[in-house]
């Protein structure tokens, strides 16, 4: 019988006292449990994963601003997993040629990696001589950007042959440069998008497979100040949602195989509706038949249910589960078989596991500890 492992990347503000690294876990489908097998590689802040199931490498990046003694910025990572232990050996890494990186995505054929690196708030300030001869005060941000690395055949990362530098400032005092975070590939065009939370855009790129480029092919603004975050995509429709850090709403988009994208509607996610709630959303999911969308909102410690409708790929707000974290969650799972999910906490050393039912009811059945869970990833190996 194939085996299931979890993966749990783990991660940390520079001002707590957690572990870092990844953890790996044996799945059991009959109860949803998670089994201790082994914490690994504790010198890469977690941020993200993404895997590539036929040659079983699990991809990652070190989410920070610069390696003591290695490089400026982060890294992303190259990880074999042993299909008989689940256990974790490094092929390779490299910088990501930006700071923070946040999220990875792989082409379909497996013949690319996408990263964005998220840039601290950083800025410097210089003098420069205008147009008529004067002198101006200057700020420079750090460097913002989605960068595309080539894959070898073994899965290794090969070169950066791309990079896409994000420009443009939001509303709040937080938005001054752009802050790519989260990349996600379409299950149904190579088509990718990232959410920036600095100038409050959404992009599409595809990339050039001949040259080795990214191409932008749309860019949509979201509400003024609402800082996009994270996205998922309908499994067959052509429909993705993403989440925002500081406006408590989903945005509901219509793709094409084109990459160009077209604003649907607005759904609130705090259920009350009272405008109270700033937003401070984390992760957000879809369970793979398109008939939930789960949405974690950090600062009221609630998972928000929608039931999407079949036809129209609208979702519908349903209810709200109360997680039992003090700090509300941060990232979202689901099982391979969909039967359950998983909250990893915002700064607790736990994953919460709630099993799903056919009506989108959530029932809290356990956790995982000792981890300080950012995301959590299924790889089942094939015998």
């Known amino acids: 019988m194939p085996k299931t492992y979890a993966y749990i990347g783990n991660w940390k503000q520079p001002n707590e006292d957690l572990a870092v690294g990844v ?8 109860t949803g449990s998670l089994e201790l097998l082994s914490h690994c590689f504790p010198e890469i802040n977690c941020g993200a994963t993404c895997v590539n199931k036929e040659k079983g490498i699990l991809y990652c990046v070190n989410e920070v601003n610069i390696v003591p003694g290695e490089t400026l910025g982060g890294q992303v990572f190259a990880l074999k997993m042993d299909s008989h232990t689940g256990m974790l050996t490094e092929i390779n890494h490299s910088p990501s040629f930006g700071g923070m990186p946040t999220y990875c995505a792989l082409s379909s054929d497996g013949s690319y990696l996408v990263v964005s690196n998220h840039a601290k708030r950083n800025s410097i300030m210089k003098t420069a001589l205008d147009e008529n001869g004067k002198y101006q005060i200057v700020l420079e941000y750090d460097e913002a950007s989605v960068v595309l690395f080539r894959l070898n055949e073994d899965g290794s990362i090969g070169e950066a042959c791309d990079v896409v530098r994000h420009e443009g400032r939001g509303l709040l005092p937080n938005q001054q440069s752009p802050h790519p975070h989260s990349v996600m590939k379409s299950p149904l065009y190579d088509i990718f998008i990232v ?5 409050d855009s959404v992009y599409s790129y595809k990339i050039d497979q001949e ?3 990214l191409v932008q092919c749309d860019c949509i603004k979201g509400i003024a100040g609402s800082s996009p975050r994270y996205s998922t995509f309908h499994p ?4 993705f949602y993403y989440n925002n850090e500081t406006k408590p709403v989903v945005g509901v988009v ?15 996610c705090t259920g009350d509706c009272t405008g109270k709630v700033r937003g401070m959303q984390s992760d957000i999911r879809i369970d793979a038949q398109g008939r939930y969308l789960y949405d974690l909102v950090r600062e009221t410690g609630k998972i928000v249910v929608y039931e999407i409708d079949e036809i129209s790929g609208i979702p519908e707000y349903v209810r709200n589960i109360v997680c039992a974290c003090k700090n509300g969650g941060r990232g979202l799972a689901l099982s391979p078989d969909g039967r359950y999910l998983y909250m990893a906490a915002c700064s607790e050393p736990v994953a919460q596991i709630f099993e799903t039912d056919e009506e989108g009811h959530l029932n809290a059945v356990g956790s995982f500890e000792d981890v300080a869970p950012a995301n959590v990833i299924f790889y089942t190996a094939e015998e």
């Open 211 to 213: 040259n080795g480029k």
């Open 236 to 239: 067959t429709l052509p429909y």
């Open 254 to 268: 219509c793709y094409d195989e084109e990459g160009r994208l077209t604003p649907v509607r607005y759904n609130k």
């Open 195 to 199: 959410c920036d939370k600095g100038n």
């Open 23 to 30: 953890t790996v876990a044996a799945y059991h489908e009959d």
